[in-house]
């Protein structure tokens, strides 16, 4: 009975926060895990706050903190803190069998997709492809789908772009 309410809140927290990393990364959405003390200040737009935290403040839940972490340095403007901050994320996730196997599927897609948000802020359009499909295998969220949907229509309209400036005839 514990792990379910442990679980459910878990997971209200993470569709609730999930929704709240917006800005800085160009309409494509990241996971704010809410259990971590830096998710108040990040969703609050309190970056040097929530960075500055994080040396101060223990993390009850080192996977958690460095995908907050991830969004922080990312929406700074930060890309290659947020890159480590987002692979060390993916890793520790692959890692930990703790939570139950249903709510780990769900954080390791909003590992890598977060992880393909900042690779796509860095200009690597295939890493942040293969992260979000990634992403999208393990859990079919609405995140993944969103990142993934959002990345494929902008690599289907620079081809059709380039197709049609070369004289070629776009695909059908």
């Not at 706050?49 to 403007?77: F, W």
């Not at 803190?81 to 930990?96: E, N, P």
């Not at 992880?115 to 293969?130: C, H, K, P, Q």
Request: with cysteine; charged share 20%; aromatic share 4%.
């Amino acid at each position: 009975m514990n792990l379910i309410t442990s679980r459910t809140l878990w997971a209200t927290s993470l569709l609730l926060a999930s929704f709240a990393s917006h800005a800085g990364s160009n309409g494509y959405k990241m996971v704010v895990i809410a259990e971590d003390a830096l998710a108040a200040p990040i969703q609050a737009g309190a970056l040097t706050t929530a960075i500055s935290a994080a040396t101060t403040q223990q993390a009850q839940d080192p996977y958690a903190r460095q995908m907050n972490l991830c969004v922080a340095y990312s929406k700074e403007g930060n890309i290659d803190k947020a890159k480590d901050a987002c692979h060390k994320a993916v890793t520790l996730v692959r890692q930990s069998g703790k939570r139950p196997a249903e709510l780990q599927r769900e954080l390791r897609s909003y590992a890598y997709s977060n992880r393909g948000v900042v690779r796509l802020l860095s200009g690597d359009n295939i890493g942040a492809l293969a992260d979000f499909q990634r992403a999208h295998d393990i859990e079919a969220s609405v995140i993944s789908q969103h990142n993934l949907g959002k990345l494929t229509a902008k690599l289907n309209d620079k081809t059709l772009l380039i197709a049609s400036s070369n004289g070629a005839a776009a695909p059908e």
